[in-house]
């Protein structure tokens, strides 16, 4: 699957985005899919997973409550609702797509995930 994310900028604190994540072809539904970030100097960082029918999310500690991801298989796209954006926020943001994972799952760790979006940065002014 390829995968196309989108809806970065630059925002004030406290502010919002949406980040979009485009798949191609119909197999979509088959991915598990998760939302990653790199600061600069910082490892990538699981931000958000969701499983493959849209049943169980999960999110990182420092998100939870500020961010929500969603998904329409029918359209192939997964979404990243971003609110009280954060200094902290500010990174280079990923989809990835996980062809292994259980019906109910979505893994944190980078190397679970087979396929990855091009990355969209997202920065956020004090």
């Known amino acids: 699957v390829q995968l196309q994310a989108s809806g970065g900028g630059l925002v004030q604190a406290g502010g919002s985005l949406r980040l979009s994540c485009a798949g191609s072809?119909?197999?979509?539904?088959?991915?598990?899919m998760g939302w990653f970030r790199q600061a600069p100097g910082k490892e990538r960082e699981f931000v958000a997973g969701i499983s493959r029918g849209g049943g169980s999310t999960y999110y990182a500690d420092s998100v939870k409550g500020r961010f929500t991801i969603s998904r329409d298989n029918a359209e192939a796209t997964v979404y990243l609702q971003m609110n009280s954006l954060k200094p902290e926020d500010t990174a280079l943001y990923y989809c990835?797509?996980?062809?292994?994972?259980?019906?109910?799952?979505?893994?944190?760790?980078?190397?679970?995930?087979?396929?990855w979006g091009q990355g969209t940065q997202v920065t956020v002014s004090s």
């Open positions: 072809g119909r197999t979509f539904s088959r991915y598990a």
């Open positions: 990835a797509a996980d062809s292994d994972a259980g019906y109910l799952s979505a893994y944190s760790r980078p190397y679970d995930y087979d396929y």
